[in-house]
């Protein structure tokens, strides 16, 4: 593709695009209050930013986890990529996910294959000079959104002035709360901050709670027919993701859609959710399942198994791809992610009515990373 034919960019897909090269690094971004959820308590957020290049053109996909992710994506899958024909996705894909065997696909590693893979559908849509969501197929011209962070450390103030942020500022007509506080140990407490939350939102707006994981089945479903009483419509990862049995118990218990897979890293794992029959919503997460390549498959065995999709977290990550799904219910506008992604990329507007706009032209994702402004946190240790 070096050489374009006929019209500026009309003829960038006839000819091969060879990746030159790949380059990852990891960014610590302190969080701008103390945050918790049930089961952890955390101060920083680190985000891992991936830039693949070919013929003049830069792709970008990122995740967040550990900064080791990095070096992993340079050290050994940055060689599956440098020299393919960068549209081939899936071949390339395919490459990553081999040199990930010995080594370990689930975690960390799929975190890296996401956010190479990402990086990877960015680039192919800027070298055919047509927005992501369109190369994907749109199903929808904007996202709809949920607000997210509503964390168990936050006081009324913090949690009133978040709630008003959502719904006044951007439109949004569901808000999400954690609940579980201490692995459960703080019932009274969690269903007081829920009613908290419906008098400052109104009845209008849905009420979501996500406990991580932190109450015992039992704990669960006594605290589900509480929820029911306040309308909460969605009740995420009651018990732990793991606990399949415990969450089909704890759904027989209350009217909220019952919720998880956020921490999903492959095609099986998903397919063993659907097949459990214990979910009302499948969560699914770009930037660790294994990228867009695996998004794609993930999105259709939740359809065939008549579920929806959530994503979870990384909004503007999630943008494009998600429009493409025709299963997706809503996106995580996700407190953490948002604030980081809005001051470390340019092209990414505010929510409208709730819902993310796609940029009708743009090519590629439409954001462009602002690697000065992310520099002060870069990573000890994880630079190259
Ligand atoms: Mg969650």
Redesign the pocket.
Known sequence: MSTPQGPAGRGRNTRQALVETVQAHAYTIPTDAPEADGTMAWDHTTLVVVQVTADGLVGTGWTYGSPVIAPLVRQTLASCVVGQDAVNTTSIWTAMVRSLRNIGRPGIGSMALSAVDCALWDLKARLLDIPLHRLLGSARNTVPLYGSGGFTTYDHDQLEAQLRGWVDDDGMRAVKIKIGKSWGHHLDRDLARVRETRSIVGDDVQVFV?A?GGYTVGQAIRIAKQLDALDVRWF??PVSSDNLAGLGAVRQHTTADLTAG?YGDSLNYYHRLCQADVLDCL?VDVTRCGGITELLRITAVAAAAQLDVSA?CAPYQHAAPMAAIPNLRHLEYFHDHTRIERLFFDGTAPPTHGELPLHPTSPGNGFTFKPETAQPFLTAGAAA
């Open positions: 996500d991580n995420e990862e956020e969560q979870h």
